[in-house]
């Protein structure tokens, strides 16, 4: 995989940079997804971690205009990018955001490790 610079030879994927290599890579399953499955949507865990902010954006609307870009009906994210999805979703209509959160209160570990099998 590489990309035109400029019009010039293209720039190999190793020196593609964190954002551009995730765009890629995202681009890549997208696709295999939609060529390679029936089903309409997928899921993808924390794509936007380790990324600058410019990359983050553009990862990020990037995947929320996939539906309209594959044959997939849905696109599931996990973030904790919660500024920047609700950005999203104020300007996409199609975008909406599920908080998920375990709401049951921490259990401690020495109370974890106390617990006795029943049987």
């Not at 709401?103 to 401690?108: A, E, G, L, N």
Request: hydrophobic share 45%; glycine share 4%.
């Amino acid at each position: 995989m590489s990309r035109e610079v400029s019009g010039a030879e293209g720039l190999p994927y190793e020196w593609f940079s964190a954002g551009e290599k995730m765009a890629a890579l995202l681009l890549v399953r997208l696709l295999a997804v939609d060529a390679a499955t029936a089903s309409p949507f997928c899921m993808i865990d924390e794509p936007l971690e380790q990324l600058d902010p410019d990359a983050r954006r553009q990862v990020a609307s990037m995947l929320a205009n996939a539906t309209s870009n594959t044959g997939l009906e849905q696109v599931l994210v996990t973030t904790y990018e919660e500024a920047l999805v609700r950005t999203l979703a104020d300007r996409l209509p199609d975008v909406q955001v599920l908080h998920v959160r375990d709401r049951r209160p921490p259990v401690s570990e020495l109370a974890a490790t106390q617990r006795r099998p029943t049987h």
